[in-house]
């Protein structure tokens, strides 16, 4: 008898033992993702968490569903060129949130114009539907317009930029620095989007993707006609077998050659632009200053 009972403990602590064995201490991740399951469960399905800021609950999910609906009735291919826009522009905004802007700056201008033509006139005619259809055209060109200004100044900062930094290039390059580590070397010592855009393809080329597929890319996100006519022509010297330094030297040259011709064009531009300030605004100015004085003793002697 005493026998049994003393087996039957050996048993019980031997079961014990292993069941504790079997259970261990859950990890920090898994207590964190229990207390998740355990969050989503106390939540009612359908119930708003009102610990939630009222934008993130409501306006974000509307917006949201304004826009995939606005981009689903698009065409793909202005989807597209207002994807390849903001990309030049440096992404000011999502695809979604430029549809939302283009949408809301239609309907807003359409519908002041609508409703001061109801508040003024009180019935629509034909001038009125006119003039909120001309405020409907405006909106829809404005973002369109604003856009293009936004990729014109980059552009204008990148070609500003290009020249010095083609220097720079060479100098590093002629010293004994190798392609890539004279491009990052640019990228350090310049700020602007061209420093961004190359350490941009930099990072690419880092990552595992080929040289000229990420120099292109770069060529294609800014849209500069004379960054990617020196692209290509860093491209060919490596398949050609050309020397690097060379390329980029005649490249420079070319490149400070373009700068002076602009810097001449633009200067004689200035006499023609400066014709119509001074025909509207500085010559009757100052016609009436100098016939002012007279106009008013003939005024006086024939009044006398």
Known sequence: MLIGIIGFLVFLAIVSLVLGLGRRSPSVMETRMQDFKTRAVEIVEGEADLSVPFADRVLAPGIEALSNAATSVLPARVLA?????????????????????????????????????????????????????????????????????????????????????????????????????????????????????????????????????????????????????????????????????????????????RRRQAAEKTAHEAPIKMIFPLVLFIFPAFMLVILGPAVIRIATSFAS
């Open 81 to 257: 060129n207002i994807e390849k826009q903001l990309l030049r522009a440096g992404n000011p905004m999502t695809v979604n949130a430029y549809v939302v802007f283009w949408m809301l700056s239609v309907g807003l201008l359409s519908g002041f114009i609508l409703i001061s033509v109801v508040v003024v006139w009180g019935t629509i005619g034909v001038q009125q539907a006119g003039a909120v259809l001309l405020f409907g055209v405006v909106g829809w060109m404005l973002p369109g317009t604003w856009l293009k200004g936004r990729v014109k100044v980059r552009q204008k900062k990148v070609l500003k930029a290009l020249p010095d930094a083609l220097d720079l290039v060479t100098t590093c390059v002629e010293s004994g620095l190798g392609l890539d580590a004279a491009l990052a070397r640019v990228a350090e010592k310049s700020r602007g989007p061209l420093a961004i855009e190359l350490s941009n393809m930099l990072r690419d080329v880092a990552m595992g993707k080929m040289r000229r597929e990420a120099l292109t890319e770069m060529a294609d996100r800014l849209g500069v006609d004379e960054l990617t006519g020196f692209i290509n022509s860093i491209i060919q010297a490596e398949q050609l077998g050309v020397g690097i330094a060379r390329v980029l030297r005649v490249q420079s040259d070319q490149m400070r050659t």
